[in-house]
Every structure is written in structure tokens, then in C-alpha cells.
């Protein structure tokens, strides 16, 4: 595992923080969360348009969008069922990596196929603006960039490898950031060549983002 990097203050790369076989125990019990939650194309707010990306969500909040806006709720918004749990692995990177003294609540799972991309964005919907997003990367690479806290702002890209975590956290939490593109060339998924059940394609690319979404109760003093 390479040292950490920091691209930008608050920003921070671990390559290959998750090894092969760690990359094949997190695929493992992404595909029971998926088959339990099966992804889905949410539409935009107020076009209805699909996103590109196909997505679900493990904890006990799951990050959704329909054509009133963008949300966070306890269920499935399809099948109505409660989110599975988040994948122990995950929950080890964020002890290890996010800093935070409380446990994330929602794991967002991005599926892209080849063609998808995810365009610039901040994550702004949690409560908890002082708690860092953490990524997790598996499967193809793909072409991160990231910018500043308003949309104009210079841009920089970056690939992002399978194994990878990325920490955007302090001045780093609101910047814009999305996906320009996957790269097709034979994909390192979880260290190897073979798809795992429930990815859209072989060439695609899972992304897991860890969130906290409220803000953890302070305990009362004497």
C-alpha cells in the first residue's frame, strides 16, 4: 500500500488501500447486499431523466433521488424493504481512514457500466458536514476530477484504481467533484479478470461512498 497523498487540503489518496483479497471479501458481500437491494436507475429531480449510474444503498440510510429532490430514507425505494447492512470491511476502512469518533449510516453503491460517467456534484445532503465521505474503489478504473466549493472553480483529474480510497474531509468536504469517464482497457477487478455477480458489466466500475448523515447525540455533562 502506497502512502497517503493529499491532493487538495482535506482531500486524501491511500492507493491501494484494499488488497486483492480484500477486494474479493468486499465483492463478495457487495453482491448478498445487491441481491438483497438491487440496483436501480433513480431519476433526476425535476427532468426525470435516469442517472447513467445504477445505484443501491447498506446501512440504515440510503442517499436516494426522485423528481422532488435528493433525500435520505430507511427503505428501498422500489421494493420498500430496509437496506442491508454495510459490508464489515467498509466499516474497518472508515474506522481506519475517516477520523470520525461515529459510525457512517449509509453506504451509497455507484454501479457503472462502461458508458456511464457522473457529472460535477457536492455531497451537501448529510447533517453531519463535519464528518468526511470516504470512497472505495473496485473493478475498472476510472477518471476522477475535482475542483473547488463553487462550480467554476479550476478543475484537476486523477485516475482512481481498484483498491483505492479516497477521504474528502475539512475544507475538502463540499468541493465538486464527479466521474468524466471509465476506462475500458481489461479491468483489475478485485484482482483479477473474472465479473462478479451482480456488477452491470465486466468492464464496469463499483464505487462504495461512506457517509454520516446526522449528527452523533453529545452526552450529557454532570
Do not use: K
Not at 59 to 66: F, N, R
Amino acid at each position: 500500500m502506497a502512502a497517503a497523498v493529499e491532493l487538495a487540503p482535506g482531500l486524501i489518496l491511500q492507493r491501494g488501500y484494499l488488497d486483492g483479497p480484500a477486494r474479493w471479501r468486499l465483492a463478495a458481500d457487495l453482491a448478498a447486499c445487491l441481491a438483497a437491494a438491487p440496483p436501480y436507475r433513480p431519476p433526476m429531480p425535476r427532468t426525470g431523466r435516469p442517472f447513467s449510474v445504477a445505484m443501491t444503498n447498506c446501512g440504515a440510510l440510503g442517499w436516494v433521488s426522485d423528481i422532488t429532490g435528493y433525500r435520505y430514507q430507511a427503505h428501498h425505494p422500489e421494493t420498500g424493504a430496509p437496506w442491508p447492512a454495510i459490508p464489515p470491511l467498509a466499516l474497518e476502512a472508515w474506522d481506519a481512514l475517516s477520523g470520525y469518533p461515529a459510525p457512517p449510516e449509509a453506504c451509497l453503491v455507484n454501479l457503472y457500466a462502461a458508458d456511464a460517467r457522473m457529472g460535477l456534484h457536492q455531497d451537501r445532503d448529510e447533517a453531519a458536514l463535519d464528518a468526511p465521505v470516504l470512497s472505495l474503489s473496485l473493478g475498472a478504473s476510472a477518471v476522477f476530477r475535482y475542483g473547488g466549493l463553487t462550480r467554476g472553480d479550476p478543475t484537476r483529474s486523477i485516475q482512481l484504481h481498484a483498491g483505492d480510497a479516497l477521504i474528502m474531509g475539512g475544507p475538502a468536504r463540499l468541493i465538486h467533484h464527479g466521474i468524466d469517464r471509465i476506462l475500458t482497457r481489461p479491468p483489475d477487478l478485485l484482482g483479477g479478470s473474472e465479473p462478479v455477480p451482480g456488477f452491470p458489466t465486466p468492464d464496469g466500475r463499483c464505487n462504495l461512498t461512506l457517509r454520516r448523515v446526522t449528527q452523533p447525540r453529545v452526552a450529557p455533562t454532570a
